[in-house]
């Protein structure tokens, strides 16, 4: 048996450096929050080879003094915490002192800084093999410098692991992104081999910010989110989420920070797939830019070397937080919602630098938020003819009152307002809501209805332009809402088994059975405990008589394990209310009237979630009239 020996400082660090240093990125990574930490206002960062040969990050923060530069480079030195009380509460991005230590193990680092009573700065160099500090005066603003050189020149087999260059790079501008994005106050540059990839200068108001999310995530993205912010039980989240039709077919658009730091959450992303569950496209993956703030002694982010995870002290609470929050702002989109939007970009955004309208088939317009009335085209170019003699309609502002009295001219009489109950194919459609009368001089979002298209869409016109609608899709979604909330006020009813249904599994789980009766009865589920390792089904909801009962069971069990709550009832249960709802809908080539047809219409305004269907896709789509003279070339 060989002798128990300390290791050297040397071996320790290049240990710790596993943990800490996987790519060029890591390194990046650390230096970005220390140099945020230290209060900076502006952080550039120039890589070489993909960061493999140089990583200079320089910021102008406070500045190390010459005296504590030695310091810094140790294992466990540390300006940001000094007792538990403080780690318990941690608010800074690192506090364990183990970065530099760790970098300087496998790469020539240098470190130039200057503080603000101090006239010159000190430059401290170590490399690897010797971790000897070597300290001398240099010339530098306040502020500080790292250059990390030659990436694992004394760890080969660490290097053979590294990626081309290509890949590495695009590794470090990620980490670039999310510290970007977790910081709006500060400005950030990016070179890689002298080239600037990005440029980004500090954002202080709502405007900025989005300029800088677009920059980041993209134009289409921002022009696609609903902006959120919501307070309660002393949590916050504000951010913007994608609509569902903004989806991507991997979730590489999510970002979601804790107090600022980026992290990577089982329970928040359960949270948030579950509340864009009846409004996804299969396999697809909602975009998002969320941010949390909650008492950092509620949080513990020491749990993950590279500070990644984080654990709730109540996560419950935390989950559906973010859940009802985000729930609650994608069924408040309306229609009218996308409506301004489009009509916004397409009449007067395009001036103000907010790029060009929304391209045509998207159905949606910009979210930004917007106070302004629609600007409506003051052309008769654009108005329709008054009857059917093929005259123009004379030149004057085209109002809601006009295409009201067009419409009269169709023979459709009055408008299907909310109050009326049209039914399509032996189903009722109601509104959901009853907002009053409409007024004769207000325009609704979707217009009004003109014609229908080979028994499948319904198309309408507004001051915006042309709206395509699909009439089974929008209908399905109108009867499942309608649906879900009649099952809401009526409670899950339970049917018993006419002979129980027996299980095996694990003690854990039996366990967790017996102690979560009470919440599992609330689901339509009586389940009983009768050996070690036996439960006993003896009721199901009545509505998944058909399903498989074991199978629902057992995923159950398992939420309650992961999440301490499931949700798994519920989403069988909506699940088949979908396709009562798809089966039970309008179907294509049944032809409608014009009244049939703005009913439908005025229900989509006022229905949740209107505008997708129950799988997810788009119900209706905008073509704008700008876009519309783009196809014909007018006014060119």
Same mark, same amino acid.
């Given at each position: 048996?060989?002798?128990?020996?300390?290791?050297?400082?040397?071996?320790?660090?290049?240990?710790?450096?596993?943990?800490?240093?996987?790519?060029?990125?890591?390194?990046?990574?650390?230096?970005?929050?220390?140099?945020?930490?230290?209060?900076?206002?502006?952080?550039?960062?120039?890589?070489?080879?993909?960061?493999?040969?140089?990583?200079?990050?320089?910021?102008?923060?406070?500045?190390?003094?010459?005296?504590?530069?030695?310091?810094?480079?140790?294992?466990?030195?540390?300006?940001?915490?000094?007792?538990?009380?403080?780690?318990?509460?941690?608010?800074?991005?690192?506090?364990?002192?183990?970065?530099?230590?760790?970098?300087?193990?496998?790469?020539?680092?240098?470190?130039?800084?200057?503080?603000?009573?101090?006239?010159?700065?000190?430059?401290?160099?170590?490399?690897?093999?010797?971790?000897?500090?070597?300290?001398?005066?240099? =010339?530098?603003?306040?502020?500080?410098?790292?250059?990390?050189?030659?990436?694992?020149?004394?760890?080969?087999?660490?290097?053979?692991?590294?990626?081309?260059?290509?890949?590495? %790079?695009?590794?470090?501008?990620?980490?670039?992104?999310?510290?970007?994005?977790?910081?709006?106050?500060?400005? %950030?540059?990016?070179?890689?081999?002298?080239?600037?990839?990005?440029?980004?200068?500090?954002?202080?108001?709502?405007?900025?910010?989005?300029?800088?999310?677009?920059?980041?995530?993209?134009?289409?993205?921002?022009?696609?989110?609903?902006?959120?912010?919501?307070?309660?039980?002393?949590?916050?989240?504000?951010?913007?989420?994608?609509?569902?039709?903004?989806?991507?077919?991997?979730?590489?658009?999510?970002? %979601?920070?804790?107090?600022?730091?980026?992290?990577?959450?089982?329970?928040?992303?359960?949270?948030?797939?579950?509340?864009?569950?009846?409004?996804?496209?299969?396999?697809?993956?909602?975009?998002?830019?969320?941010?949390?703030?909650?008492?950092?002694?509620?949080?513990?982010?020491?749990?993950?070397?590279?500070?990644?995870?984080?654990?709730?002290?109540?996560?419950?609470?935390?989950?559906?937080?973010?859940?009802?929050?985000?729930?609650?702002?994608?069924?408040?989109?309306?229609?009218?919602?996308?409506?301004?939007?489009?009509?916004?970009?397409?009449?007067?955004?395009?001036?103000?630098?907010?790029?060009?309208?929304?391209?045509?088939?998207?159905?949606?317009?910009?979210?930004?938020?917007?106070?302004?009335?629609?600007?409506?085209?003051?052309?008769?170019?654009?108005?329709?003819?008054?009857?059917?003699?093929?005259?123009?309609?004379?030149?004057?502002?085209?109002?809601?009152?006009?295409?009201?009295?067009?419409?009269?001219?169709?023979?459709?009489?009055?408008?299907?307002?909310?109050?009326?109950?049209?039914? %399509?194919?032996?189903?009722?459609?109601?509104?959901?809501?009853?907002?009053?009368?409409?007024?004769?001089?207000?325009?609704?979002?979707?217009?009004?209805?003109?014609?229908?298209?080979?028994?499948?869409?319904?198309? =309408?016109?507004?001051?915006?332009?042309?709206?395509?609608?699909?009439?089974?899709?929008?209908?399905?979604?109108?009867?499942?809402?309608?649906?879900?909330?009649?099952?809401?006020?009526?409670?899950?009813?339970?049917?018993?088994?006419?002979?129980?249904?027996?299980? =095996?599994?694990?003690?854990?789980?039996? =366990?967790?059975?017996?102690?979560?009766?009470?919440?599992?009865?609330?689901?339509?589920?009586?389940?009983?405990?009768?050996?070690?390792?036996?439960?006993?089904?003896?009721?199901?909801?009545?509505?998944?008589?058909?399903?498989?009962?074991?199978?629902?069971?057992?995923?159950?069990?398992?939420?309650?394990?992961?999440?301490?709550?499931?949700?798994?009832?519920?989403?069988?249960?909506?699940?088949?209310?979908?396709?009562?709802?798809?089966?039970?809908?309008?179907?294509?080539?049944?032809?409608?009237?014009?009244?049939?047809?703005?009913?439908?219409?005025?229900?989509?305004?006022?229905?949740?979630?209107?505008?997708?269907?129950?799988?997810?896709?788009?119900?209706?789509?905008?073509?704008?009239?700008?876009?519309?003279?783009?196809?014909?070339?007018?006014?060119?």
């Amino acid at each position: 048996m060989p002798s128990i020996r300390l290791l050297s400082p040397r071996l320790a660090n290049q240990i710790a450096a596993g943990e800490v240093v996987e790519r060029p990125a890591s390194v990046v990574k650390e230096l970005v929050e220390n140099a945020l930490d230290a209060g900076a206002g502006r952080v550039e960062v120039e890589v070489e080879q993909g960061g493999v040969k140089l990583i200079r990050v320089r910021d102008d923060g406070y500045g190390i003094a010459e005296s504590d530069l030695p310091l810094a480079l140790s294992r466990h030195a540390t300006s940001k915490i000094a007792s538990l009380d403080d780690l318990e509460s941690v608010a800074s991005l690192g506090f364990r002192g183990e970065a530099l230590a760790s970098i300087s193990s496998v790469s020539r680092l240098a470190l130039t800084s200057r503080t603000q009573e101090r006239e010159a700065a000190s430059r401290v160099e170590v490399e690897g093999r010797d971790m000897d500090a070597r300290i001398s005066p240099a =010339a530098h603003p306040v502020g500080t410098t790292v250059e990390v050189r030659d990436l694992f020149f004394n760890t080969p087999a660490r290097r053979k692991f590294l990626r081309t260059e290509k890949t590495e %790079f695009n590794h470090v501008e990620e980490c670039v992104r999310r510290q970007a994005l977790s910081r709006f106050d500060a400005g %950030f540059t990016l070179r890689h081999n002298q080239r600037v990839v990005h440029n980004l200068r500090p954002a202080d108001s709502v405007l900025d910010k989005e300029r800088r999310i677009a920059a980041l995530c993209g134009q289409k993205f921002i022009d696609s989110a609903v902006v959120i912010d919501a307070e309660a039980t002393g949590l916050r989240l504000w951010g913007w989420v994608a609509l569902p039709t903004f989806s991507r077919s991997q979730a590489d658009l999510q970002y %979601f920070f804790v107090n600022g730091r980026v992290i990577r959450d089982r329970l928040v992303a359960h949270a948030v797939r579950q509340a864009y569950r009846d409004v996804l496209y299969n396999n697809r993956h909602p975009a998002f830019v969320l941010y949390l703030e909650v008492d950092p002694a509620t949080v513990d982010v020491n749990v993950h070397p590279t500070k990644h995870e984080v654990r709730f002290r109540d996560g419950r609470l935390v989950h559906d937080f973010i859940f009802r929050t985000l729930h609650k702002a994608l069924a408040d989109v309306r229609p009218d919602d996308h409506f301004r939007g489009a009509v916004a970009q397409s009449f007067g955004r395009e001036t103000a630098g907010q790029g060009e309208a929304a391209s045509a088939g998207s159905g949606y317009g910009s979210q930004q938020p917007w106070t302004g009335q629609p600007a409506v085209p003051s052309v008769g170019e654009h108005a329709p003819a008054s009857g059917f003699g093929g005259q123009s309609a004379p030149q004057q502002e085209w109002r809601a009152s006009d295409q009201m009295a067009f419409y009269k001219s169709l023979g459709g009489g009055g408008v299907s307002g909310p109050q009326e109950s049209v039914s %399509f194919g032996g189903t009722a459609v109601a509104p959901l809501d009853q907002p009053g009368s409409l007024d004769s001089n207000e325009e609704p979002p979707l217009g009004y209805a003109i014609a229908q298209l080979h028994g499948i869409y319904i198309l =309408a016109q507004s001051s915006a332009g042309m709206i395509v609608v699909d009439m089974h899709a929008a209908h399905e979604r109108i009867t499942y809402e309608r649906m879900k909330r009649a099952l809401a006020e009526q409670d899950l009813k339970s049917q018993p088994l006419l002979v129980p249904l027996s299980i =095996a599994v694990s003690q854990k789980e039996a =366990a967790l059975a017996e102690t979560h009766g009470d919440n599992l009865q609330q689901l339509g589920l009586q389940i009983e405990r009768i050996g070690p390792e036996t439960l006993a089904i003896r009721q199901v909801p009545a509505l998944l008589r058909g399903a498989d009962t074991e199978q629902l069971v057992r995923d159950v069990l398992s939420d309650l394990i992961e999440h301490g709550q499931s949700d798994r009832v519920e989403a069988v249960t909506h699940e088949l209310l979908g396709t009562m709802a798809c089966h039970g809908s309008v179907r294509a080539n049944r032809q409608l009237t014009v009244p049939e047809m703005n009913s439908l219409l005025r229900d989509m305004e006022a229905t949740e979630r209107s505008g997708q269907c129950n799988h997810g896709r788009p119900t209706w789509t905008l073509v704008t009239l700008g876009e519309l003279d783009k196809l014909f070339l007018r006014g060119r």
